[in-house]
Protein backbone atom coordinates (compact mmCIF):
# COMPACT_ATOMS: atom_id res chain seq x y z
CA UNK A 1 0.00 0.00 0.00
CA UNK A 2 1.52 3.54 -1.00
CA UNK A 3 1.80 6.80 1.35
CA UNK A 4 0.25 9.54 -0.12
CA UNK A 5 3.50 11.23 -0.69
CA UNK A 6 4.36 8.29 -2.94
CA UNK A 7 0.95 8.09 -4.88
CA UNK A 8 1.16 12.12 -5.14
CA UNK A 9 4.94 12.11 -6.90
CA UNK A 10 3.63 9.51 -9.40
CA UNK A 11 0.76 11.28 -10.17
CA UNK A 12 2.86 14.07 -10.77
CA UNK A 13 5.53 12.40 -13.01
CA UNK A 14 2.73 10.84 -15.13
CA UNK A 15 0.50 13.98 -15.73
CA UNK A 16 3.39 16.72 -15.86
CA UNK A 17 5.26 15.43 -19.03
CA UNK A 18 1.93 15.82 -21.20
CA UNK A 19 0.86 18.77 -19.60
CA UNK A 20 1.01 21.91 -22.56
CA UNK A 21 4.53 22.99 -21.53
CA UNK A 22 6.04 19.88 -20.44
CA UNK A 23 8.58 17.86 -21.50
CA UNK A 24 7.00 14.88 -22.48
CA UNK A 25 4.98 13.76 -25.69
CA UNK A 26 1.36 13.93 -25.68
CA UNK A 27 -1.32 15.75 -28.14
CA UNK A 28 0.10 18.94 -28.40
CA UNK A 29 2.28 18.72 -25.32
CA UNK A 30 6.06 19.99 -24.70
CA UNK A 31 7.57 23.02 -26.77
CA UNK A 32 5.17 21.52 -30.00
CA UNK A 33 3.43 24.35 -32.18
CA UNK A 34 0.05 22.35 -31.57
CA UNK A 35 0.41 23.53 -27.87
CA UNK A 36 0.84 26.87 -28.69
CA UNK A 37 -1.36 29.63 -29.00
CA UNK A 38 -1.23 33.58 -29.70
CA UNK A 39 -3.81 35.41 -27.80
CA UNK A 40 -4.33 39.16 -27.42
CA UNK A 41 -3.43 40.73 -24.14
CA UNK A 42 -6.83 42.53 -23.61
CA UNK A 43 -8.41 38.49 -24.19
CA UNK A 44 -6.14 37.07 -21.87
CA UNK A 45 -6.74 39.93 -19.16
CA UNK A 46 -10.18 38.62 -19.58
CA UNK A 47 -9.80 35.26 -19.26
CA UNK A 48 -6.73 34.77 -16.82
CA UNK A 49 -7.64 34.57 -13.03
CA UNK A 50 -10.44 35.03 -12.21
CA UNK A 51 -10.46 31.71 -10.62
CA UNK A 52 -9.14 29.77 -13.74
CA UNK A 53 -5.45 29.89 -13.16
CA UNK A 54 -3.14 32.24 -15.33
CA UNK A 55 -2.42 31.42 -18.90
CA UNK A 56 1.25 30.69 -19.33
CA UNK A 57 4.04 32.18 -21.66
CA UNK A 58 5.28 29.85 -24.00
CA UNK A 59 7.73 32.56 -24.99
CA UNK A 60 10.03 35.27 -24.15
CA UNK A 61 8.69 38.93 -24.55
CA UNK A 62 10.98 41.51 -25.35
CA UNK A 63 10.06 45.02 -24.61
CA UNK A 64 9.63 46.75 -28.22
CA UNK A 65 10.03 49.92 -26.25
CA UNK A 66 11.88 51.14 -22.72
CA UNK A 67 9.64 50.92 -19.64
CA UNK A 68 8.59 54.18 -19.36
CA UNK A 69 8.87 55.24 -22.74
CA UNK A 70 9.45 58.50 -22.40
CA UNK A 71 10.36 60.74 -19.56
CA UNK A 72 7.11 61.86 -17.33
CA UNK A 73 6.14 64.00 -14.41
CA UNK A 74 5.84 61.77 -11.08
CA UNK A 75 3.49 64.27 -9.91
CA UNK A 76 1.27 67.74 -10.70
CA UNK A 77 3.76 70.62 -10.81
CA UNK A 78 5.99 72.16 -12.66
CA UNK A 79 8.75 71.08 -15.28
CA UNK A 80 11.53 72.85 -14.69
CA UNK A 81 15.88 73.24 -15.12
CA UNK A 82 17.57 71.94 -12.10
CA UNK A 83 19.87 74.80 -12.76
CA UNK A 84 16.89 77.18 -12.19
CA UNK A 85 16.42 76.51 -8.53
CA UNK A 86 16.30 78.94 -5.99
CA UNK A 87 15.00 81.63 -8.56
CA UNK A 88 11.47 82.35 -10.04
CA UNK A 89 10.45 81.45 -13.57
CA UNK A 90 7.85 82.74 -15.62
CA UNK A 91 4.78 80.24 -16.23
CA UNK A 92 4.58 78.68 -19.42
CA UNK A 93 2.03 76.58 -21.26
CA UNK A 94 0.58 74.10 -19.36
CA UNK A 95 1.41 70.18 -20.42
CA UNK A 96 -1.49 67.76 -20.07
CA UNK A 97 -0.66 63.94 -20.39
CA UNK A 98 -1.28 62.91 -23.49
CA UNK A 99 0.57 65.51 -25.65
CA UNK A 100 4.06 66.22 -26.89
CA UNK A 101 5.64 69.36 -25.88
CA UNK A 102 7.62 71.39 -27.30
CA UNK A 103 11.10 71.93 -25.93
CA UNK A 104 10.95 74.03 -22.28
CA UNK A 105 12.14 77.67 -22.98
CA UNK A 106 14.89 79.17 -20.92
CA UNK A 107 13.76 81.46 -18.06
CA UNK A 108 10.00 79.55 -17.65
CA UNK A 109 8.29 76.77 -15.76
CA UNK A 110 6.07 74.68 -17.80
CA UNK A 111 3.00 73.26 -15.29
CA UNK A 112 2.93 69.39 -15.81
CA UNK A 113 0.30 66.75 -15.10
CA UNK A 114 1.13 63.41 -13.39
CA UNK A 115 2.23 61.13 -16.25
CA UNK A 116 2.52 64.19 -18.95
CA UNK A 117 5.74 64.12 -21.05
CA UNK A 118 9.00 66.04 -19.38
CA UNK A 119 9.79 68.51 -22.39
CA UNK A 120 12.98 68.37 -23.84
CA UNK A 121 15.49 70.55 -21.64
CA UNK A 122 13.40 70.32 -18.47
CA UNK A 123 15.23 67.64 -15.59
CA UNK A 124 13.28 67.96 -12.85
CA UNK A 125 9.55 68.59 -11.71
CA UNK A 126 8.72 70.31 -8.22
CA UNK A 127 4.70 70.24 -6.83
CA UNK A 128 2.03 72.83 -7.50
CA UNK A 129 1.59 71.69 -3.47
CA UNK A 130 5.04 74.28 -2.87
CA UNK A 131 3.53 77.19 -4.82
CA UNK A 132 2.28 79.95 -3.38
CA UNK A 133 -1.33 78.86 -5.51
CA UNK A 134 -0.72 75.59 -3.56
CA UNK A 135 -2.94 73.45 -6.88
CA UNK A 136 -4.16 73.25 -10.02
CA UNK A 137 -6.07 74.93 -12.03
CA UNK A 138 -5.63 78.09 -10.05
CA UNK A 139 -1.67 77.97 -10.50
CA UNK A 140 -2.54 78.25 -14.47
CA UNK A 141 -3.02 81.43 -13.86
CA UNK A 142 -0.04 82.94 -11.72
CA UNK A 143 2.63 84.85 -14.23
CA UNK A 144 5.44 83.64 -12.06
CA UNK A 145 6.29 80.73 -9.71
CA UNK A 146 9.32 80.17 -7.95
CA UNK A 147 11.49 77.24 -7.73
CA UNK A 148 12.73 75.73 -4.36
CA UNK A 149 16.34 76.09 -3.74
CA UNK A 150 17.09 72.68 -2.76
CA UNK A 151 15.81 71.09 -6.11
CA UNK A 152 17.94 68.56 -7.86
CA UNK A 153 18.25 67.58 -11.33
CA UNK A 154 16.45 64.00 -11.47
CA UNK A 155 13.75 65.27 -8.86
CA UNK A 156 9.92 63.55 -9.48
CA UNK A 157 11.12 62.36 -13.14
CA UNK A 158 10.35 58.90 -14.26
CA UNK A 159 13.32 58.17 -16.33
CA UNK A 160 12.96 56.52 -19.88
CA UNK A 161 13.72 52.75 -19.12
CA UNK A 162 13.67 52.89 -15.49
CA UNK A 163 11.38 50.25 -15.35
CA UNK A 164 12.73 48.12 -17.79
CA UNK A 165 15.19 48.48 -20.88
CA UNK A 166 14.23 48.28 -24.57
CA UNK A 167 14.84 44.95 -25.42
CA UNK A 168 14.93 43.21 -22.47
CA UNK A 169 12.07 40.44 -21.49
CA UNK A 170 8.82 42.11 -20.82
CA UNK A 171 8.21 38.40 -19.47
CA UNK A 172 9.75 34.83 -19.80
CA UNK A 173 8.89 31.87 -21.33
CA UNK A 174 6.92 29.35 -18.84
CA UNK A 175 5.89 32.83 -16.65
CA UNK A 176 2.52 32.96 -15.83
CA UNK A 177 0.78 35.80 -16.75
CA UNK A 178 -0.28 37.75 -13.87
CA UNK A 179 -2.32 41.01 -13.84
CA UNK A 180 1.23 42.55 -13.12
CA UNK A 181 2.21 41.09 -15.66
CA UNK A 182 -0.33 41.57 -18.30
CA UNK A 183 0.11 45.21 -17.23
CA UNK A 184 3.80 45.70 -18.26
CA UNK A 185 2.81 43.95 -21.67
CA UNK A 186 0.01 46.34 -22.20
CA UNK A 187 2.18 49.56 -21.30
CA UNK A 188 4.73 48.71 -23.83
CA UNK A 189 2.61 48.18 -26.44
CA UNK A 190 2.49 44.79 -27.06
CA UNK A 191 -0.51 43.45 -28.28
CA UNK A 192 -0.97 39.94 -28.33
CA UNK A 193 1.69 36.71 -27.33
CA UNK A 194 2.00 33.28 -27.69
CA UNK A 195 1.03 30.93 -24.73
CA UNK A 196 0.52 27.69 -24.01
CA UNK A 197 -3.17 26.40 -24.53
CA UNK A 198 -4.97 25.02 -21.00
CA UNK A 199 -4.54 21.45 -20.42
CA UNK A 200 -7.36 19.18 -21.59
CA UNK A 201 -9.02 16.63 -19.23
CA UNK A 202 -11.19 14.54 -20.30
CA UNK A 203 -13.39 13.93 -16.81
CA UNK A 204 -15.35 10.08 -16.98
CA UNK A 205 -17.79 9.27 -14.56
CA UNK A 206 -18.92 5.61 -14.29
CA UNK A 207 -22.04 3.87 -13.57
CA UNK A 208 -25.42 2.59 -15.09
CA UNK A 209 -27.19 4.59 -12.00
CA UNK A 210 -26.33 7.83 -13.55
CA UNK A 211 -28.82 10.19 -14.93
CA UNK A 212 -28.16 11.46 -17.91
CA UNK A 213 -28.01 15.39 -18.40
CA UNK A 214 -30.87 15.27 -20.84
CA UNK A 215 -33.01 12.89 -18.69
CA UNK A 216 -32.63 15.56 -16.00
CA UNK A 217 -34.15 18.65 -19.34
CA UNK A 218 -30.65 20.29 -18.25
CA UNK A 219 -30.50 20.96 -21.91
CA UNK A 220 -34.20 22.13 -22.49
CA UNK A 221 -33.64 24.61 -19.74
CA UNK A 222 -35.94 23.01 -17.19
CA UNK A 223 -35.06 24.28 -13.58
CA UNK A 224 -37.62 22.23 -11.54
CA UNK A 225 -35.51 19.42 -9.83
CA UNK A 226 -35.75 15.77 -11.03
CA UNK A 227 -37.49 13.62 -7.93
CA UNK A 228 -34.62 10.88 -7.43
CA UNK A 229 -36.06 9.43 -4.58
CA UNK A 230 -38.13 6.77 -6.44
CA UNK A 231 -35.96 5.00 -8.91
CA UNK A 232 -32.30 4.09 -8.78
CA UNK A 233 -30.55 6.81 -10.25
CA UNK A 234 -28.45 9.24 -9.12
CA UNK A 235 -26.86 12.23 -10.27
CA UNK A 236 -23.40 12.66 -12.02
CA UNK A 237 -22.20 14.47 -8.91
CA UNK A 238 -18.39 13.78 -9.78
CA UNK A 239 -18.50 14.67 -13.08
CA UNK A 240 -19.98 18.07 -12.15
CA UNK A 241 -18.10 18.51 -8.88
CA UNK A 242 -14.51 17.58 -10.85
CA UNK A 243 -15.19 19.60 -13.78
CA UNK A 244 -15.64 22.58 -11.62
CA UNK A 245 -12.67 21.70 -9.95
CA UNK A 246 -10.55 21.68 -12.58
CA UNK A 247 -11.79 24.71 -14.11
CA UNK A 248 -10.63 26.41 -10.80
CA UNK A 249 -7.15 25.74 -11.92
CA UNK A 250 -7.24 26.46 -15.77
CA UNK A 251 -8.03 23.39 -17.20
CA UNK A 252 -10.51 22.70 -19.80
CA UNK A 253 -12.70 19.67 -19.78
CA UNK A 254 -15.41 17.98 -21.19
CA UNK A 255 -17.71 15.30 -19.28
CA UNK A 256 -18.70 11.72 -20.42
CA UNK A 257 -20.91 9.30 -18.79
CA UNK A 258 -19.98 5.44 -19.12
CA UNK A 259 -22.28 2.34 -18.39
CA UNK A 260 -21.00 -0.78 -16.44
CA UNK A 261 -20.03 -2.65 -19.09
CA UNK A 262 -16.18 -3.56 -20.24
CA UNK A 263 -16.76 -3.00 -24.45
CA UNK A 264 -19.54 -0.13 -24.24
CA UNK A 265 -17.03 1.21 -22.09
CA UNK A 266 -14.05 1.22 -24.16
CA UNK A 267 -15.48 1.95 -27.19
CA UNK A 268 -17.32 5.35 -25.64
CA UNK A 269 -13.60 6.05 -24.29
CA UNK A 270 -12.25 6.22 -27.25
CA UNK A 271 -14.66 8.10 -29.14
CA UNK A 272 -14.49 11.01 -26.51
CA UNK A 273 -10.52 10.51 -26.35
CA UNK A 274 -9.82 11.59 -29.58
CA UNK A 275 -7.08 13.51 -30.42
CA UNK A 276 -8.71 15.61 -28.00
CA UNK A 277 -7.19 15.09 -24.37
CA UNK A 278 -4.19 15.05 -22.74
CA UNK A 279 -5.21 13.37 -19.51
CA UNK A 280 -8.23 11.22 -18.71
CA UNK A 281 -9.99 11.58 -15.36
CA UNK A 282 -11.94 8.43 -14.07
CA UNK A 283 -14.45 7.79 -10.97
CA UNK A 284 -16.00 4.66 -9.61
CA UNK A 285 -14.80 1.05 -10.79
CA UNK A 286 -11.79 0.68 -9.42
CA UNK A 287 -12.46 -1.03 -5.76
CA UNK A 288 -13.13 -4.58 -5.22
CA UNK A 289 -16.75 -4.98 -6.28
CA UNK A 290 -18.40 -7.06 -9.02
CA UNK A 291 -18.87 -4.45 -11.55
CA UNK A 292 -15.68 -2.53 -11.74
CA UNK A 293 -15.71 -1.09 -15.31
CA UNK A 294 -13.06 0.94 -15.06
CA UNK A 295 -10.58 -1.97 -13.67
CA UNK A 296 -11.92 -4.37 -15.97
CA UNK A 297 -11.74 -2.67 -19.31
CA UNK A 298 -8.16 -0.63 -18.76
CA UNK A 299 -5.68 -2.84 -16.33
CA UNK A 300 -5.31 -4.83 -19.25
CA UNK A 301 -4.31 -1.41 -21.37
CA UNK A 302 -1.70 -0.57 -18.64
CA UNK A 303 -3.62 1.20 -15.93
CA UNK A 304 -2.38 -0.52 -12.29
CA UNK A 305 -4.47 -0.02 -9.36
CA UNK A 306 -2.91 0.93 -6.20
CA UNK A 307 -4.78 1.34 -2.74
CA UNK A 308 -2.90 4.49 -0.82
CA UNK A 309 -2.81 4.81 3.11
CA UNK A 310 -5.64 7.23 3.11
CA UNK A 311 -9.09 7.62 4.22
CA UNK A 312 -11.35 8.68 2.27
CA UNK A 313 -10.14 7.71 -1.14
CA UNK A 314 -8.02 4.78 -0.28
CA UNK A 315 -8.40 2.95 -3.58
CA UNK A 316 -6.40 4.50 -6.54
CA UNK A 317 -5.13 3.86 -9.98
CA UNK A 318 -3.01 5.30 -13.03
CA UNK A 319 -1.29 4.56 -15.93
CA UNK A 320 -0.20 5.46 -19.18
CA UNK A 321 -3.04 3.79 -21.23
CA UNK A 322 -3.81 3.20 -24.77
CA UNK A 323 -6.94 4.62 -25.51
CA UNK A 324 -7.54 5.73 -29.35
CA UNK A 325 -4.49 4.20 -30.81
CA UNK A 326 -2.35 6.08 -28.06
CA UNK A 327 -1.04 5.96 -24.95
CA UNK A 328 -2.94 8.61 -22.42
CA UNK A 329 -2.09 8.97 -18.89
CA UNK A 330 -5.39 8.01 -17.04
CA UNK A 331 -5.86 9.11 -13.59
CA UNK A 332 -8.48 7.23 -11.70
CA UNK A 333 -10.16 8.35 -8.14
CA UNK A 334 -13.12 6.22 -5.87
CA UNK A 335 -16.85 6.57 -6.92
CA UNK A 336 -17.75 7.82 -3.76
CA UNK A 337 -17.98 11.99 -3.76
CA UNK A 338 -16.02 13.21 -1.09
CA UNK A 339 -13.28 10.71 -2.06
CA UNK A 340 -13.12 11.77 -5.59
CA UNK A 341 -12.66 15.53 -4.09
CA UNK A 342 -10.16 14.90 -1.38
CA UNK A 343 -8.20 12.71 -3.93
CA UNK A 344 -8.22 15.48 -6.49
CA UNK A 345 -7.11 17.90 -3.59
CA UNK A 346 -4.40 15.42 -2.77
CA UNK A 347 -3.01 13.91 -5.59
CA UNK A 348 -3.90 15.87 -8.88
CA UNK A 349 -4.82 19.78 -8.40
CA UNK A 350 -1.31 20.26 -6.93
CA UNK A 351 0.41 19.49 -10.08
CA UNK A 352 -2.37 21.11 -12.50
CA UNK A 353 -2.36 24.48 -10.08
CA UNK A 354 1.17 25.07 -11.10
CA UNK A 355 0.96 24.34 -14.66
CA UNK A 356 -1.44 27.55 -14.16
CA UNK A 357 0.80 29.32 -12.78
CA UNK A 358 -1.01 28.96 -9.17
CA UNK A 359 1.00 27.78 -5.91
CA UNK A 360 0.61 24.12 -5.82
CA UNK A 361 -0.34 23.58 -2.29
CA UNK A 362 -3.23 25.06 -0.71
CA UNK A 363 -2.52 27.79 2.26
CA UNK A 364 -1.96 25.36 5.34
CA UNK A 365 -1.61 26.19 8.90
CA UNK A 366 -1.35 24.12 12.13
CA UNK A 367 -4.65 24.68 14.67
CA UNK A 368 -5.80 23.07 17.74
CA UNK A 369 -8.67 20.89 17.20
CA UNK A 370 -11.91 21.90 19.18
CA UNK A 371 -13.39 17.88 18.92
CA UNK A 372 -12.27 14.82 19.65
CA UNK A 373 -12.21 11.97 17.14
CA UNK A 374 -11.23 8.45 15.75
CA UNK A 375 -8.83 7.61 12.62
CA UNK A 376 -7.40 4.33 11.55
CA UNK A 377 -4.24 4.68 12.58
CA UNK A 378 -2.86 2.63 9.56
CA UNK A 379 -4.43 5.38 6.97
CA UNK A 380 -3.94 9.21 7.30
CA UNK A 381 -7.26 10.42 7.43
CA UNK A 382 -8.69 13.78 6.04
CA UNK A 383 -11.41 14.73 7.36
CA UNK A 384 -13.67 18.58 6.70
CA UNK A 385 -13.64 20.89 8.93
CA UNK A 386 -14.46 24.79 9.44
CA UNK A 387 -11.83 27.08 11.69
CA UNK A 388 -14.55 28.92 14.67
CA UNK A 389 -12.35 31.08 17.28
CA UNK A 390 -8.96 29.78 16.30
CA UNK A 391 -10.06 25.85 16.50
CA UNK A 392 -10.85 23.64 13.90
CA UNK A 393 -14.21 22.02 14.08
CA UNK A 394 -14.86 18.80 11.94
CA UNK A 395 -17.98 19.27 9.94
CA UNK A 396 -19.45 15.70 9.54
CA UNK A 397 -18.23 12.52 9.92
CA UNK A 398 -15.24 10.52 8.18
CA UNK A 399 -18.05 8.99 5.73
CA UNK A 400 -17.54 9.69 1.91
CA UNK A 401 -20.61 10.28 0.92
CA UNK A 402 -20.59 13.03 2.90
CA UNK A 403 -21.16 15.46 0.43
CA UNK A 404 -22.89 18.32 1.94
CA UNK A 405 -21.11 18.86 4.62
CA UNK A 406 -17.80 18.76 2.32
CA UNK A 407 -19.97 22.12 0.48
CA UNK A 408 -20.24 23.58 3.95
CA UNK A 409 -16.26 23.08 4.96
CA UNK A 410 -13.49 25.90 4.69
CA UNK A 411 -10.84 23.45 5.05
CA UNK A 412 -9.40 19.89 4.68
CA UNK A 413 -8.20 18.92 8.34
CA UNK A 414 -5.08 16.32 8.18
CA UNK A 415 -4.88 13.59 11.29
CA UNK A 416 -1.38 11.63 10.04
CA UNK A 417 -0.58 8.23 10.00
CA UNK A 418 -0.16 6.61 13.23
CA UNK A 419 -2.72 8.67 14.75
CA UNK A 420 -5.98 6.79 16.42
CA UNK A 421 -7.22 9.31 18.17
CA UNK A 422 -7.66 13.27 18.31
CA UNK A 423 -8.74 15.05 21.58
CA UNK A 424 -9.38 18.67 21.83
CA UNK A 425 -6.69 20.67 21.75
CA UNK A 426 -4.03 18.44 19.49
CA UNK A 427 -3.28 20.40 17.18
CA UNK A 428 -3.63 19.54 13.19
CA UNK A 429 -2.58 20.90 9.90
CA UNK A 430 -5.16 21.99 7.93
CA UNK A 431 -5.54 23.27 4.02
CA UNK A 432 -7.68 25.72 3.14
CA UNK A 433 -10.18 25.04 0.44
CA UNK A 434 -12.03 28.53 0.22
Known amino acids: MRTIGQHREAVQALVEPVLPGGHGAGPGSGSGSASVETVSVVDLAVASGAGRGYRVLAKAVPAPTPLPAFDNSQMDGFAVRAADAGTTLRVGAPIPAGFVPPP ?11 GAR ?47 RAGASIARAGQPLTPAVLGALAGAGVAAVDVFRRP ?66 VDELDR ?49 VTIAGRSV ?42 DS ?26 SSHLLWHYAEATHLVHVPVGTSQVDAGDVLTVWSIR
Not at 273 to 299: F, H, K, M
Open 200 to 265: RVLVVSTGSELLDDDAAGVRAGVRAAVDLSAGAVIGDVNGVALSAALTEVGVETRRVRVPDDPERF
Open 104 to 114: LEPGTAAPIMT
Open 272 to 320: AVGEWADLVLTTGGISAGAYEVVRQALEPRGLEVTPVAMQPGGPQALGS
Open 118 to 164: VPAGADAVFPVESTPAGSFPAALDTESVPVPHDLVAGTFVRVAGSDL
Open 329 to 370: PVVAFPGNPVSALVSFEVFLRPVLARAAGLPGARPSTDVPSA
Open 373 to 398: ATSPAGKHQVRRGTIVDGRVQFVGGP
